[in-house]
């Protein structure tokens, strides 16, 4: 179990003191795949390195199975930080060493043989699906290459934590996917405590079991992933959910019309379109005002707005009809929305 407690980080600087984090409390279960989701500046790459203590937090604390980490010494911080690894959105391989080397690297570092680390090296490579690049350098890799690389590395010294700070900001979406499922399995076989730092919504709608939203240095709200993105309760939460804010009420006092906001959350996706098959059988012909969705491992994620001709009948009809689907929420968005 990871406690953050009460967390604060503050930086001085020659305009004076700023709080990059406040106040912030977060408890992540052992073995879970955690998200913290947050817009640029919000202090999510802070928080990631406050609890590998890259960054001494100004108050507050992280324990790890009991253990509070601000209390260890230089020696003992070292030994715990084998337990706990990171991977970057820039990769951060060694440019001068091959794949089997960057792999070999933090087991020399421990103290291991060379063909103690040389056997353990070629045993990550398989796991990621590089082992026939054992003797190529990153430069000759792809970008999903490379993170494949950086992963075995990080899983080197057997950590219980794997830190992941926008690991695939830097990856199109396919790629992106890839690394996803990598990180989705070793998790699975290995039991590892995965926290994912991102600002990508699809990341964590499809790899994360819960996410704390961070605001301006606080938690905003945190909770299951599901609960958290079908009804977010935070107006942070909501710009992030939600990113069409506002225009829903705008639309409707234009129009007159009224409107569904519809999430999916891993609803199956189907050959025929939910609100296609809600025309032909409810004779519902509704317009779509806004969408983000899309599709991942076969399943629906993101929101759409609808308009939705004529009245209460109507709208109750069509909320009954969406919400059968499994994964899938509607309700009507009211002026305020």
Do not use: W
């Not at 984090?21 to 817009?39: Q, T, W």
């Not at 004779?283 to 009245?311: D, F, H, N, Q, V």
């Amino acid at each position: 179990m990871i406690e953050i407690k009460n967390l604060t980080k503050q930086f001085h600087t020659a305009e004076g003191t700023v709080d990059a984090l406040k106040n912030v409390s977060i408890s992540i279960p052992d073995g879970d795949i955690f998200g913290i989701i947050g817009m640029s500046g919000a202090g999510k790459s802070t928080l990631v390195r406050c609890i590998n203590m890259l960054e001494r937090p100004t108050e507050g604390s992280v324990e790890i199975d009991g253990v509070d980490l601000g209390r260890l010494s230089d020696t003992e911080l070292r030994a715990m930080r084998r337990d706990i690894t990171m991977i970057f959105q820039g990769f951060n391989l060694l440019m001068q060493r091959n794949c089997l080397k960057n792999v070999c690297f933090p087991l020399e570092l421990a103290g291991k043989s060379r063909a103690e680390a040389k056997a353990r090296a070629m045993e990550l490579l398989g796991i990621v699906g590089l082992a026939d690049k054992a003797r190529a350098y990153p430069a000759q890799l792809s970008g999903g290459q490379q993170q494949r690389v950086a992963i075995a590395r990080a899983l080197a010294t057997n950590p219980k934590v794997l830190l992941c700070d926008e690991a695939t900001s830097a990856l199109d979406p396919t790629t992106t996917n890839s690394i996803l499922d990598l990180i989705r399995s070793i998790n699975e076989k290995l039991g590892i405590t995965v926290i994912i730092i991102t600002h990508q919504m699809s990341v964590v709608e499809s790899i994360c079991r819960h996410v704390a939203i961070l605001d301006s240095g606080t938690v905003a709200e945190q909770g299951e992933v599901t609960e958290v993105f079908s009804h977010p309760k935070s107006e942070a939460a909501r710009r992030l959910v939600f990113p069409e804010g506002d225009s829903a009420a705008s639309l409707g006092e234009e129009t007159g019309g009224r409107y569904l906001r519809v999430v999916f959350n891993g609803a199956e996706a189907t050959s025929t379109p939910l609100i296609a098959r809600m025309a032909v059988e409810r004779g519902i012909e509704a317009s779509i005002a806004y969408a983000s969705t899309k599709s991942i491992g076969g399943k629906a994620y993101g929101s759409m707005l609808l308009s939705i001709p004529g009245g209460d009948g109507a709208i109750r009809e069509a909320i009954a009809y969406l919400t059968q689907t499994p994964d899938v929420l509607a309700e009507e968005v009211q002026q305020h929305a």
